[in-house]
């Protein structure tokens, strides 16, 4: 079984500032991983995936992940926040070996940015 | 472009009473997926379906059912409603596994068992 570890339920930045939301997993086999965010009031939508192809993931608004096997991490960066960035993100964990379907998600993260 | 729509957004009901949740999607997708989400939970699956007239139990399933007739459409029941319920409830699709692709998901349902 996988699961994922979000470090931190609230996350406040300064606009401007590095955003560095962290992501840990645990998995029997290859993961697949993923960044998804919940606007308020709104369903999640995906930032960016990592499926095993280039372990450093672009995605959209400037985010991007690098997965690292060693430290079985996914943490989710932005070089300079923005007001609009406020949100909940949730990392989740799949199986890639064909296992049963469904995502695993975190507990969230909220990001605050301080104007 | 409606995408995922669920039905009803918000819903009060008491302890013992049913209630079924609709969720529509226009985009051909074969899978589609109900979860749950409560504060400091995440996200939990409830039940999923990979395709017409296929259901199949997810992380926590017990109190509720599903249908999936149609390929569209996925409804999400409850029996017998608990205030253990009370969640936000997302419905999601994909056109392919949750495992690989991206999850659209609707707007969210929000329920309250008094």
């Known amino acids: 079984a996988q699961s994922v570890t979000q470090l931190g339920s609230h996350v406040s930045v300064s606009e401007g500032a590095l955003v560095l939301l962290r992501c840990n997993y645990s998995s029997s086999v290859p993961p697949y991983l993923f960044w998804y965010v919940q606007y308020p009031n709104q369903g999640l939508q995906l930032l960016l995936k990592y499926t095993s192809a280039a372990t450093l993931v672009k995605g959209i608004n400037g985010f991007e992940a690098e997965f690292k096997k060693s430290e079985t991490s996914f943490h989710l960066t932005k070089p300079s926040a923005h007001m609009s960035d406020a949100a909940e993100y949730f990392c989740a964990v799949s199986d890639s070996g064909g296992g049963a379907d469904g995502l695993t998600f975190g507990k969230g993260t909220h990001l605050i940015i301080q104007p | 472009n409606a995408g995922v729509t669920q039905t009803p957004k918000f819903r009060v009901l008491k302890t013992g009473q049913s209630m079924t949740l609709l969720c529509a999607q226009d985009m051909n997708h074969e899978y589609m997926y109900w979860y749950r989400q409560d504060p400091g939970m995440g996200l939990r699956l409830i039940h999923y379906?990979?395709?017409?007239?296929?259901?199949a139990k997810g992380e926590v399933p017990d109190g509720y059912n599903v249908s999936r007739l149609k390929k569209q459409n996925f409804l999400l029941g409850l029996e017998s409603a608990a205030p253990s319920q009370t969640s936000v409830y997302f419905c999601?699709?994909?056109?392919?596994?949750?495992?690989?692709?991206?999850?659209?998901f609707g707007e969210g349902s929000r329920l309250t068992v008094l």
């Open positions: 379906s990979v395709g017409e007239g296929t259901t």
């Open positions: 999601a699709s994909t056109e392919i596994r949750a495992n690989t692709g991206e999850l659209f």
